[in-house]
């Protein structure tokens, strides 16, 4: 039996493909990257601080991010800088967010096989 | 972070829900700095609600984990044949031990070990009060662990340690004869005694709340720890 492959985990990872993105351009601390995704998406997107920082340290542990401690404005930070690993898996994500996006545009704009579909 | 609660108070909360102390202060300190960019940049935002803060850290933590990914795994296949291969374990290795003995005392003086000797009871006793302890605290200490460590709370950790408990009440271990070498051993939930039976069930009970007491001790200590040192 083969095992349909559906889009779920992806859609949940719009955050993660989101923080690799912008990670990819500099490193960031956790609150440089929140406001980053605020400035980026013109405060259309907008993810709290119980999301991204969970969510740093879970791409960490998967070796997608790398952290290292530096001194910003005075203060120690944590900064957060994406691996070889994760720029293969922000490729990926974008790869499939293009599909994806594809896909629904299809539906919205109301798809070439809408008919064949629902007959 | 929540002028209501102090950053100490968010690692001890975090902690108590079952979360590293070493995770717990990584979080708390970059939550810490969060809320001084938002004060020192004026901004209108602010942390979110504390236990909002506190729920989403656990969960997405406790996602990571083997246990939330595979529970079935942890909670009820694992520990069964853990604690059997631990009982079977513990009970071959008096036996390597006689043999080793006798096989020691037969090399130095050419003859068997003497039946009737002081040391024998005393080797019975040994071997019958270490087959009732050592197997089950190794293997609450062995199940428990893993649980806490795979991230299960505290309560779900010690359910998981259920065959620990089982083989502790139904292990039988008794002398025959104290002159001789001659303990046997086995397993039977059904037996006269029970309350020697529920006194053994007692040994992982209490090998769980030493682990539980020395936990939060270690925790406390290096939430301290972090803190002071930073």
Redesign the interface.
């Known amino acids: 039996m083969t095992r349909k492959r559906t889009n779920s985990e992806f859609i949940n990872g719009v955050p993660e493909l989101l923080l690799l993105r912008l990670l990819k351009n500099k490193p960031m ?3 440089e990257l ?1 406001q980053a995704i605020r400035l980026a998406t013109d405060s259309r997107l907008e993810f ?4 991204i ?3 740093l ?2 791409l960490e ?1 998967e070796k997608i991010l790398q952290s290292r401690s530096k001194k910003a ?1 005075g ?1 120690s ?2 900064v957060y800088t994406v691996t070889k690993k994760g720029q293969k898996k922000l490729s990926e994500s974008m790869n499939r967010w293009h599909d994806v996006k594809e896909a629904i545009e299809l539906v919205l704009q109301g798809g070439q096989n809408e008919q064949t579909a629902f007959t | 972070m929540s002028k209501l609660l102090s950053r100490k108070n968010f690692m001890i909360s975090l902690c108590k829900r079952g979360i590293p102390a070493r995770y717990a202060w990584r979080v708390s300190k970059e939550l810490n700095d969060h809320a001084e960019d938002l004060n020192e940049n004026q901004s209108e935002s602010s942390l979110g609600d504390t236990n909002e803060l506190l729920d989403q850290i656990e969960s997405t933590y406790k996602q990571r984990t083997f246990a939330e990914r595979h529970p079935l795994l942890v909670f009820l296949m694992a520990p069964l044949p853990v604690v059997i291969m631990i009982y079977i374990l513990s009970m071959f290795l008096p036996v390597l031990m006689v043999h080793v003995a006798n096989s020691a005392y037969h090399f130095i003086n050419g003859t068997e070990l003497p039946t009737n000797t002081i040391g024998l009871p005393l080797l019975n006793w040994g071997i019958h009060i270490g087959l009732l302890l050592i197997p089950a605290i190794l293997s609450t200490i062995v199940i428990f662990r893993w649980a806490r460590i795979s991230g299960l709370k505290p309560f779900h950790s010690a359910i998981s340690c259920i065959p620990a408990f089982l083989l502790a009440f139904g292990f039988q271990s008794m002398i025959f004869q104290p002159d001789n070498l001659s303990v046997a051993f086995g397993f039977s939930l059904l037996s006269v005694d029970i309350v020697r039976q529920l006194l053994q069930t007692l040994i992982p009970a209490l090998a769980i709340f030493y682990m539980l007491h020395h936990e939060k001790v270690k925790q406390q200590r290096l939430a301290e720890k972090l803190v002071t040192t930073e």
């Not at chain 1, 709290?48 to 999301?51: L, R, S, Y």
């Open positions: 601390y956790g609150y929140v709290g601080e119980g999301c920082y969970p969510l340290h879970k542990a404005n203060r930070r944590i």
